[in-house]
């Protein structure tokens, strides 16, 4: 066993001694030695119940013969930290995740990891650990939230968003109603599309991603996922040899299948950056066009989670995608994804075929995501197409430009924004934040203002999972390295031909050259901390935003 250095000899009784301290038996110490990496936090819905979750994966160990160490990371409710300087350290908090789960593993040099996040940069973050510490892993994800429901209708999180400006009433009921209690918010947001891309690379069990977090059945596969553990430290089955190239191109389909969120754009690299492999823009691009669009979840239709998980969960897309998938890639389970598919069968079949397209007759002939490049992002962009009008899909109009988040929020509600306009926010980038941030309460104030099938939005920053419309992001080079997005004025026409993969500034070469001349670099808001590191250390939006 690995841990055998730190328990197994003479000269380890002091060692044992502390363990011991903890209320280890020697039985217990002669055992495999567990990590049970829990991102439980009263902050975060999504994380709330984790520390029930983990229970039951640690009664899963103890029942197989191993013993848990259970340890926590921080974790970022995005949502609570939207809209304001908070929302800087949601990204890089990925990469400390991922730096505090491996320092707790190599320094205690533990068997194998149980891995339990739900939200949005945590999941990044424990699979970015995973990749690097190449142990036995399986990741338990917290499950969704249940909708709300007012009004005679289905809510969640983004109801909230896009109808606080009404006021009145209603706003404090869709407060009260829209988020009833434990899980990752209910739509198709970033946290439950990396819930179910990690199912699909395999690294948790089947019916993981879509169980909700209220559901016994979540504690059920937290149990079994603490069993499984074991048979996959008795094999030697590491991280590196469940998620593959081929698993990551499973999962990049599935993302485009289900029309998950733009940040996986960001998140699919770095994650397979950490398991060795290479993963570029064009290829979420490649797959997007080969793959049909077959679920329509909120924020772009109507359905949430638990429809989805109704009609099958991810084994149900899987299965609609038997033909462009790789099968014969190993799973936690011991068996190919060949193996988990053939004893698939949907228990509700009418909820299945109504939630779930058809290859032959999809919601829509393209995946969820596309990247776009052209004069105003020579490094690419990126777009939920399947959540965009389909006369929004081509627009040409003047831009509207602000330097931040908090000005472009100041312009939309101040009505400086009109029909037709193109929304230009930069310096939200990577750097340029530092830490690039969500720009969710913009993007749902156009929404909410009416002028989401009118109104395009481009920034270097990024968007929540719940952005819905025309709203481009990532734009690279961002603004703070002096791309061409920090050139834009006032007034400049931009083209936005998201079938033709294009993002135009229409100003000549010529004035481009005298504006990029004239540009100096901004002195940088943030001087200190863990920001001003993350600013010096941090790569493009275009390369996953990866600390270098």
């Known amino acids: 066993m690995r841990s055998d250095v730190t328990k197994v000899g003479a000269e380890r009784a002091p060692h044992r001694a502390l363990l011991k301290a903890t209320g280890l038996t020697d039985e217990e110490i002669g055992r495999p030695f567990i990590g049970v990496v829990n991102s439980w936090n009263e902050f975060i819905p999504g994380h709330i119940h984790l520390d029930k979750i983990a229970q039951a994966v640690k009664a899963g160990i103890r029942f197989a013969g191993g013993v848990p160490f259970e340890f926590q990371t921080i974790g970022v409710c995005d949502g609570v930290a939207m809209g304001h300087k908070g929302m800087r350290y949601s990204l890089p908090s990925r990469e400390l995740i991922e730096d505090s789960i491996e320092i707790m593993a190599e320094a205690h040099q533990l068997d194998a990891l149980v891995m339990i996040p739900s939200c949005d940069k945590i999941v990044p973050g424990h699979l970015m650990a995973a990749g690097r510490l190449d142990l036995p892993t399986i990741v338990v994800t917290g499950g969704p939230m249940l909708p709300g429901y007012a009004y005679d209708k289905e809510l969640d999180l983004i109801n909230v968003f896009e109808g606080w400006r009404a006021g009145g009433d209603s706003l404090y009921i869709l407060e009260e109603m829209a988020c009833p209690g434990a899980g990752s918010c209910a739509g198709l947001f970033t946290a439950n599309t990396m819930a179910c891309l990690t199912e699909a690379m395999g690294l948790s069990l089947p019916g993981c991603a879509t169980t909700h977090a209220v559901d016994a059945r979540k504690i059920r596969i937290a149990k079994r996922s603490g069993m499984k553990i074991m048979e996959l430290i008795e094999r030697n089955c590491t991280a590196r040899q469940i998620v593959t190239k081929n698993s990551l191109e499973n999962a990049i389909r599935i993302d485009m299948a289900i029309g998950g969120s733009t940040n996986t754009v960001l998140h699919l690299p770095a994650i397979a950056a950490e398991f060795g492999i290479d993963l570029s823009l064009d290829e979420f691009d490649r797959f997007s066009r080969e793959t049909p669009h077959l679920v329509n979840l909120r924020p772009g239709g109507p359905y949430h989670m638990l429809d989805l998980d109704r009609a099958g969960g991810v084994q149900a897309v899987l299965s609609r995608l038997q033909s462009s998938i790789y099968q014969d890639v190993l799973t936690v389970t011991g068996r190919t994804m060949r193996d988990e598919l053939a004893d698939f069968k949907p228990v509700n079949p009418e909820v299945n075929s109504k939630v779930i397209a058809t290859i032959e007759a999809p919601i829509h002939p393209e995946g969820g995501i596309a990247i776009l490049y052209g004069s105003l992002a020579p490094e690419g962009s990126v777009v939920k197409q399947t959540a965009v009008s389909t006369n929004m899909l ?69 968007f929540s999972g719940g952005t819905r419309g025309p709203c481009i992001g990532h734009v690279s080079p961002e603004a703070a390295v002096g791309g061409p997005i920090a050139m834009v004025k006032n007034g400049d026409t931009i083209l936005v031909d998201i079938p033709g993969r294009k993002l135009d500034l229409l100003v000549s070469q010529k004035e481009m050259d005298k504006r990029r001349a004239a540009w100096k670099a901004p002195e940088p808001k943030i001087k200190t901390g863990v920001l001003a590191r993350y600013r010096d250390s941090v790569t493009s939006a275009s390369k996953g935003s990866v600390l270098r």
Do not use: C, Q, W
Request: charged content about 25%; cysteine-free.
């Open 394 to 462: 081509k627009h040409t109009g003047p831009a509207v430009v602000f330097d931040s988040e908090e000005e472009s929020m100041a312009g939309i509600v101040g009505e400086e924004v009109n029909p037709g306009d193109i929304v230009v926010i930069r310096y939200e980038g990577p750097k340029g934040g530092p830490g690039m941030r969500e720009t969710l309460a913009p993007t749902a104030a156009i929404a909410g203002a009416g002028l989401s099938e009118s109104v395009a939005l481009i920034t270097d920053g990024r």
